[in-house]
């Protein structure tokens, strides 16, 4: 793939990986009722205390738009790589109302919808979650983070776009599978960016 062959050895395998995570998330959030594992594991995750939850609300603002945004101006500034800026904006843009394109197909809602004891600490709870904005967007920005950076940093983008999903589930407005469905959708969008990258390199 080009100059992203150096950074991803694996590209298609890498693609397998996140396309397999869509399709059994998938198949986890069509299920009615939720399943008993799934809440079971919210709950758990959820009953994080405040101590653990306040530290992860900053981390979880990277999975919101202006991430890529931020994402790609540092690439630009820092790399003069205006190709790869680009694509981590158009990443983000994608995987941000691709998720809610998805959210509207399938129409599984929030935890509170099925867990009335669920702690929310951030918004009402309400509305459709599956697949996880936040989460989708994390994961995108994470991947043309990956391209851009040295391999030292690499594996502080793909930690920190965990931990947004994770801070999702622990702040009460996503269930795992909305969760894992948009890190592997971001995934797949942010590789696809990334491949686009490299075609136009090589044209």
Do not use: C
């Amino acid at each position: 793939m080009g100059s992203s062959s150096r950074t991803f050895r694996h590209p298609w395998w890498m693609a397998g990986v996140a396309g397999l995570a869509v399709a059994l998330s998938y198949v986890v959030a069509v299920q009615d009722p939720v399943p008993d594992a799934e809440r079971t594991f919210t709950r758990w995750i959820n009953d994080a205390p405040d101590v653990v939850a306040a530290p992860l609300y900053p981390v979880m603002q990277l999975g919101t738009v202006w991430a890529p945004l931020l994402v790609g101006l540092a690439i630009l500034v820092l790399r003069r790589d205006r190709l790869l800026a680009l694509a981590s904006i158009a990443a983000g843009l994608v995987a941000w109302f691709g998720a809610k394109g998805v959210k509207q197909l399938v129409e599984r809602g929030r935890p509170l919808e099925y867990l009335p004891e669920i702690d929310v600490r951030e918004g009402s709870g309400t509305g459709l979650g599956y697949v996880s904005g936040h989460a989708a967007v994390a994961a995108a920005t994470a991947v043309i983070a990956v391209a851009a950076l040295p391999a030292r940093w690499r594996p502080v983008a793909v930690v920190l776009a965990v931990l947004v999903g994770v801070a999702r589930i622990v702040y009460g407005v996503h269930l795992p599978a909305d969760v894992v469905g948009g890190w592997g959708f971001g995934t797949l969008v942010g590789l696809a960016a990334v491949a686009g990258v490299d075609r136009l390199r090589r044209a």
